[in-house]
């Protein structure tokens, strides 16, 4: 799975799951947490959903604010635990 592939299928996670608005326009670089769109309970949420739709497990201590903030963090983190 390539990372624009990777990206559009947690856009639309994000999109529809916590924030409930399927046609919200996320950008790459839109802090989710520290913009107030989704609380930082969300990011377990987020660690869960990778697991199951990436088949990689993000550690717990990883699943945090400075590195799970933006749309663009959250790819790199994937791609990073796949290549690991």
Request: overall charge negative; aromatic content about 8%; charged content about 25%.
């Amino acid at each position: 799975m390539n990372e624009s592939e990777i990206k559009e299928i947690l856009r639309a996670f994000i999109t529809q799951e916590l924030l409930g608005r399927a046609g919200y326009s996320l950008q790459e670089d839109e802090p989710l947490i520290t913009g107030g769109l989704i609380d930082s309970f969300s990011l377990a949420h987020i660690g869960v959903f990778i697991e199951e739709a990436f088949g990689v497990y993000i550690p717990d201590p990883d699943l945090t604010v400075a590195n799970m903030d933006t749309l663009n963090q959250m790819v790199r983190r994937v791609i990073i635990e796949q290549s690991g």
